[in-house]
T-cell receptor, first 112, second 110 residues
Framework: KAGVTQTPRYLIKTRGQQVTLSCSPI?????VSWYQQTPGQGLQFLFE???????NKGNFPGRFSGRQFSNSRSEMNVSTLELGDSALYLC???????????FGPGTRLTVL | ELKVEQNPLFLSMQEGKNYTIYCNYS?????LYWYRQDPGKSLESLFV?????AVKQEGRLMASLDTKARLSTLHITAAVHDLSATYFC??????????FGTGTRLKVLA
């Protein structure tokens, strides 16, 4: 059974640009959550999607947005990148009604 | 606002020794999760604790949850080098949102 996949794995952008990250959950998983991990702030929740609906979001500015498609794949977008957006972005998927989250390998974003 | 704290933040221990990592959280929750992260890798689910008094064990790791004290412990028995990693606890905050602890970086020395 394939795990959670994220593309791209590494990304280098410059300030002011925008970026789109993709996450494909495990087959059958309909919930997808996104997290930002930095050395200073640790792991922070960005948002969670289920059946194309955002059910919760963390305390991030509006530059961070996401969406989920009918096949449960999810994308997150960061516009007007700032140096502080450099981080490992992780997505996690889970089955409906189950507590265990399965994390993808992450996308490491570097903003120059 | 829910806060989740772990201690210690760093732990260097000798192989064969026992130690405990603590996870405290600030608001009521009857569920708690433990994850492991190897350097440069993603998170791997270790334990899901779903009620007060829950205890789960896997190999040299044992996790427990005391919802009244808002405390979970991850106990390491007879540590081996392969356990070197960063360990995170996470607590649900409302629905479909999880707050992670600061992480405990464990290094097991031969």
């Amino acid at each position: 059974k394939a795990g959670v996949t994220q593309t791209p794995r590494y990304l280098i952008k410059t300030r002011g640009q925008q970026v789109t990250l993709s996450c494909s959950p495990i087959s059958g998983h309909r919930s997808v959550s996104w997290y930002q991990q930095t050395p200073g702030q640790g792991l922070q929740f960005l948002f969670e999607y289920f059946s194309e609906t955002q059910r919760n979001k963390g305390n991030f500015p509006g530059r961070f947005s996401g969406r989920q498609f009918s096949n449960s794949r999810s994308e997150m977008n960061v516009s007007t990148l700032e140096l502080g957006d450099s981080a490992l972005y992780l997505c996690a998927s889970s089955l409906p009604g189950e507590d265990t989250q399965y994390f993808g390998p992450g996308t490491r974003l570097t903003v120059l | 606002e829910l806060k989740v704290e772990q201690n210690p933040l760093f732990l260097s221990m000798q192989e064969g020794k026992n130690y405990t990592i603590y996870c405290n959280y600030s608001t009521t929750s009857d569920r708690l999760y433990w994850y492991r992260q190897d350097p440069g890798k993603s998170l791997e689910s270790l334990f899901v604790l779903l009620s007060n008094g829950a205890v789960k064990q896997e190999g040299r790791l044992m996790a427990s949850l005391d919802t009244k004290a808002r405390l979970s412990t991850l106990h390491i028995t007879a540590a081996v080098h392969d356990l070197s990693a960063t360990y995170f606890c996470a607590v649900p905050s409302g629905t479909y949102k999880y707050i992670f602890g600061t992480g405990t970086r464990l290094k097991v020395l031969a």
